[in-house]
């Protein structure tokens, strides 16, 4: 009765954990579900909320309008959905910084990302986003927003789908425990109890009575295990006079086996005088197989230490290929802002020219201006003075007009080359107009040269591309000349052609100069190689221009020199071109 009932326990107890298993994990994944549904809705509340947002903040940010920003940063935390904000301008320093917040540089984000969602971290998750203003037809990054929820926040808004969750397990699996508990009860125990009991009376000198007869039972299992038992005890009274018969066959083989030993015994004499022989022979050549098996294992040996050794040369000449492209990557990059700086300091004094001139005709047309009062004031004004102040007034005017256009002309041009430069963004340009205002930011470097720059491209050209990579291209041909191409004292001819072949754009460009002999063409695209290392020349600049093309716009270059009849390139670029 105890075995049976620990049964039942044990089979109750296996079924139940089954179930709170599954009820564990089915609430789990809702609660789960829940919790991630409410993240997602609170994300999507952020991103709302950056929208309605956006425009304020471009213009605060455009304007500098610093007292307007916290406004709408203490108006954004008082928002129940958001935890945190962070504002930057497009220098990545922080304006504002209100709530529980995280550092948004540690998501290493590059400066193309307009949007990003932060995963959840230190129970903190949230929105990122960056803030374009649109002037004069052109879109501007002035900085980005970082919206911030938390884990506390999406937890109070599904409590009640928790309380109700949790609640309909509970009950579900109350109800189950005392539904299978009287099943149990009723449907294992009671037959379980009637056979034991008659199991319990079986005697085997009377295997008639020892049957048993579960009555009033209706479950196909006992009624098998009812049949089972009566036909095992059947299989006993058939075992029974089978042994029977069984001894009485023994008692006969065993005589036959006792003739059979006598004759086994002579065979085995007869047999055990060749098999000492056999043997023999065997040890011989087991001596043998040792002694090639000890050789073969040196020889093992030996090779593997060969294999360890070209093995850990493997790993240091990985290693050693692993650091020469990491520092060949480098200098490439410290080229490219190289370059860039090379650009700062040939603009800086163009741009410093007319703003001197603007500020000489402001202070000429100040001091017109205090004359003109003083006379005013003690009723000496005559009409020539009128006359003079105004013709004096309007050349100052038109003067200052004209030199400010020309700075602002000249910074707008530095800022697109300087910003494509640095960025890898691909955008919507017109050619000729790009690369005009490219050549705009190179004129301080033509500045002091008797060199002369021809641009041959067709107005229509429009194509979407890597802007930056066209405009390193470009800057490194122009700059490559001026360095090696030309002596001193030598006046030299550029010339860049642009044309379309059917989706391919083709830059012809060429100069007069030097030219290059076989073995320096050979070299021509090899890092580090250069002809005026003493002029500053650093040997990646046609490296550069051949991993632009051959690399950013899967294209094809190719020279023809020789010395003393210039140096031309072309370049074929697969391009997605804009027909209008």
Excluded at 3 to 15: G, P
Excluded at 30 to 54: I, R
Excluded at 256 to 281: C, F, G, H, I, P
Excluded at 336 to 346: C, E, F, I, P
Aim: aromatic share 6%; net charge negative; proline share 2%.
């Amino acid at each position: 009765m105890s075995s049976t009932t620990k049964i039942s326990k044990s089979l109750l107890t296996n079924v139940l954990s089954v179930y709170f298993v599954l009820t564990l994990v089915v609430t789990c994944v809702q609660v789960m579900g829940e919790y991630f549904d409410t993240k997602s809705q609170l994300v999507q509340e952020l991103q709302n909320q950056q929208s309605t947002f956006s425009n304020s903040v471009a213009r605060s940010l455009w304007e500098y309008n610093n007292p307007q920003i916290e406004a709408i940063a203490e108006g954004l935390i008082n928002i129940p959905a958001i935890a945190g904000v962070i504002i930057r301008d497009e220098g990545s320093d922080v304006i504002v910084k209100l709530g529980l917040t995280e550092n948004v540089n540690t998501y290493n984000l590059a400066p193309d990302v307009e949007d990003y969602v932060i995963e959840e971290h230190n129970g903190l998750f949230g929105y990122y986003s960056s803030i374009i203003f649109e002037f004069a037809g052109t879109s501007n990054r002035v900085g980005d927003v970082t919206l911030f929820s938390t884990r506390d926040i999406a937890l109070e808004r599904i409590r009640f789908s928790l309380y109700f969750i949790f609640g309909n397990a509970i009950i579900k699996s109350t109800f189950l425990i005392v539904l299978f508990t009287l099943a149990f009860s009723r449907m294992l125990n009671r037959p379980m109890e009637m056979l034991t009991q008659q199991i319990r009376n079986f005697r085997l000198d009377d295997l008639e009575h020892s049957r048993i007869n579960l009555k009033n039972n209706r479950h196909a299992e006992f009624t098998m295990l009812e049949q089972a038992y009566n036909q095992l005890l059947d299989n006993i009274e058939d075992y029974q006079e089978d042994l029977k018969r069984t001894q009485q066959q023994l008692l006969k083989v065993n005589r036959q086996l006792d003739d059979q030993n006598a004759m086994l015994e002579q065979e085995v004499a007869r047999k055990t005088s060749s098999l000492s022989q056999v043997l023999t022979d065997l040890e011989r050549r087991k001596n043998e197989l040792e002694q090639r098996q000890e050789k073969l294992e040196r020889e093992i040996r030996q090779r593997k230490i060969i294999e360890e050794d070209l093995r850990e040369a493997n790993l240091q000449l990985q290693s050693s290929v692993t650091a020469s492209e990491r520092l060949q990557d480098q200098l490439l990059e410290a080229e490219k802002l190289a370059a860039l700086g090379r650009l700062v300091g040939g603009i800086t004094h163009d741009v410093g020219t007319p703003l001197g001139i603007g500020i000489t005709a402001a202070s000429v047309l100040g001091e017109k201006l205090e004359a003109m009062r003083s006379a005013l004031e003690n009723r000496e004004l005559t009409e020539s003075q009128l006359r003079d102040f105004l013709t004096t007034g309007g050349e100052s005017i038109v003067l200052l007009e004209s030199n400010l256009a020309r700075a602002s002309e000249l910074l707008g041009s530095f800022k697109q080359v300087a910003v494509d430069q640095t960025s890898d963004a691909v955008r919507e340009i017109n050619v000729k107009h790009y690369i005009e205002s490219v050549l705009q930011a190179l004129r301080p470097r033509f500045k002091n040269t008797p060199h002369q720059f021809t641009l041959d491209c067709p107005d229509n050209i429009v194509v979407r591309c890597n802007a930056g990579a066209l405009a390193q291209i470009v800057t490194n041909l122009v700059l490559n000349s001026l360095i090696h191409a030309f002596d001193d004292d030598q006046q030299g001819q550029l010339e860049l052609t642009i044309s379309r072949h059917g989706d391919v754009l083709n830059l012809q460009y060429q100069d007069d100069g030097k030219g290059l002999t076989e073995s320096q063409q050979e070299q021509l695209f090899t890092p580090f190689f250069t002809t005026r290392r003493e002029r500053g020349g650093s040997g990646l600049g046609t490296h550069i221009i051949h991993s632009l093309v051959a690399q950013t716009f899967k294209g094809k270059i190719s020279i023809k020199s020789a010395p003393q009849e210039g140096l031309a390139y072309t370049i074929e670029l697969p391009i997605q071109f804009i027909d209008r």
